[in-house]
């Protein structure tokens, strides 16, 4: 019964962020089309807000994790964390990784043409960092089915890895090294 009432929230939640992500999408195209000229300066602003949510996300999904390993298989606590896992992976953490993307290569062609060394070692991490979302994902499924068996060190420790892409890319895109 509680996975039935949880299931349909989920969908509602699912829904809501991909209506909201249409609507989003939809405004950026329109702002595209209607002032070109203008548009830069607001492709780049929804670029920082998609990284930020995006970054928040991947920072606190393996924390989500290393609390659910504690949690005792088919009880209360761990389905609550089955919902938070998967609300904060489609709701936010997919669309703003989706959004990142889409309007980071805009940028990276409409700025520099894709050219650029630190800017293929920017693309090469955020890459890495997109990896790195792919495997929290495979988590997200295997502790939706009760088969984790990853202990929370390990969750601990790939905590850490988005955090050092970060570095590295804010590092990329400020300085500019070469």
Do not use: C
Not at 31 to 45: M, R, V
Not at 106 to 132: M, R, T
């Amino acid at each position: 019964m509680v996975n039935a009432a949880n299931t349909g929230s989920s969908a509602g939640a699912a829904r809501r962020a991909m209506i909201a992500l249409v609507v989003f999408l939809a405004l950026a195209v329109l702002l595209f089309l209607f002032g070109p000229d203008d548009f830069y300066p607001w492709a780049k602003a929804i670029h920082v807000i998609a990284v930020i949510s995006w970054m928040a996300g991947m920072l606190y999904l393996p924390r989500l994790f290393v609390y659910h390993v504690d949690a005792e298989k088919g009880s209360v606590q761990s389905e609550t964390f089955k919902v938070m896992e998967r609300r904060l992976l489609r709701g936010i953490i997919n669309p703003a990784m989706i959004v990142t993307w889409v309007f980071g290569l805009w940028l990276a062609w409409k700025s520099f043409g894709f050219h650029g060394g630190w800017l293929h070692a920017k693309i090469a991490l955020v890459l890495g960092l997109s990896a790195v979302h792919g495997y929290l994902a495979g988590a997200v499924r295997k502790f939706a089915e009760d088969r984790n068996e990853k202990p929370a060190r390990h969750w601990r420790i790939v905590n850490e890895i988005p955090t050092l892409l970060m570095i590295a890319i804010v590092i990329l895109v400020i300085v500019k090294p070469f």
